[in-house]
């Protein structure tokens, strides 16, 4: 597993990262829920928290693919947020199309096919259907809009760390999970990923990498082969795995505090007090939540909500 650190942000190559271009797919029919990508999470809605994340971590070349005008209209919008009080039609004459792509300045909308936003079209014919008008992109870079809390510094060091190593084909964002799972099978219920009768401890156990669907970073000819992903060899041979926050994979979409502003104080502690545990599986809850600068009734929410008490001593 791969980490993330500031040092490695720094080390990125501009030239190479400048071959990357970045994709934020958003079609209009959502069937689950309508409109998904215009829906919001602290006031502001999915699509800006991904092109938010883009711009944060400086990816030069970013595109949202679209086949709906509402949707196209919210990407320029979080891009400029006075687009909406752009009166004048010497501003709007800004626009230009360049390969099927309407620019204006770094604002890029792709139109979307409507073979490719359908409700059985997987993301990769997106991908690829962009991709097509993109013939320089040597990477791509899926930034998903449903997983809002995407942290820039991990697309960056993603990217720099598949930039960085030739042998990488793809780097996506996971989490380490810890959960005994089960399943049904002809109406009873079996273990998944562990024995009733040596149930490990978490401690004693490396837990699972569960995909977040944050990102997904992948070399151009592994994308046009029809993949995100390869399967030749585990990491970190050919895929690198982020470790991303918790959060993204903990709390479904439907169960994210709607509307109410983010704590993003909470996010950064809490993210701590889990590396700590993940580091050292052993350390004790007590030292954890009153290590310094930790306030004491944010560590013990943070191991209430994470099902670490009573587990973790
Ligand atoms: C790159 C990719 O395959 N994206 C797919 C994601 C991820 O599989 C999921 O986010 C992983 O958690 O799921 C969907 O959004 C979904 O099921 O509606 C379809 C989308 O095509």
């Known amino acids: 597993m791969f980490r993330i650190t500031s040092t490695r942000l720094l080390a990125v190559k501009d030239n190479v990262a400048s071959e990357a271009v970045t994709l934020i797919l958003a079609r209009g029919g959502s069937r689950g829920v309508k409109l998904k990508n215009l829906q919001t999470v602290g006031g502001k809605s999915l699509l800006s928290y991904a092109i938010n994340a883009a711009r944060a971590a400086h990816l030069r070349d970013v595109t949202v693919s679209t086949d709906h005008p509402l949707i196209a209209l919210e990407a320029l919008r979080s891009w400029y947020k006075t687009v909406l009080q752009l009166k004048s039609a010497d501003k709007l004459n800004k626009f230009h199309v360049e390969n099927e792509i309407f620019v204006l300045d770094k604002a890029k909308i792709f139109r979307r096919s409507k073979v490719t936003a359908t409700d059985c079209a997987p993301s990769i014919w997106g991908a690829l259907e962009f991709l097509a008008s993109r013939p320089n992109a040597t990477v ?37 999970s810890h959960k005994l799972r089960w ?71 439907d169960k994210l505090p709607v509307d109410q502003p983010l704590r993003t104080v909470t996010v950064q502690i809490e993210e701590r007090v889990l590396e700590e545990i993940f580091r050292e599986p052993t350390t004790s809850t007590t030292c954890v939540a009153h290590s310094p600068g930790m306030p004491k009734s944010i560590g013990w929410e943070i191991f209430k909500r994470e099902d670490l008490l009573p587990y973790h001593f």
Request: contains cysteine; glycine residues 6%; proline residues 5%.
């Open 140 to 176: 791509l870079v899926l930034l998903q809009a449903t997983s809002p809390f995407t942290r820039p510094s991990s697309v960056r060091g993603a990217l720099s760390l598949l930039v960085e190593s030739e042998s990488l084909d793809c780097v996506f964002s996971v989490t380490r």
């Open 183 to 253: 399943h049904e099978v002809n109406g009873k219920i079996v273990p998944q990923n562990f024995k009733t009768d040596s149930r490990p401890r978490r401690q004693d156990w490396e837990g699972e990498l569960l995909e977040t669907g944050g990102f997904y970073i992948t070399r151009r000819n592994i994308v046009e082969q029809g993949y995100f992903q390869n399967n030749k060899r585990r990491t970190p041979d050919y895929c690198a795995f982020i470790n991303v926050h918790r959060k993204m994979c903990a709390y479904g979409l």
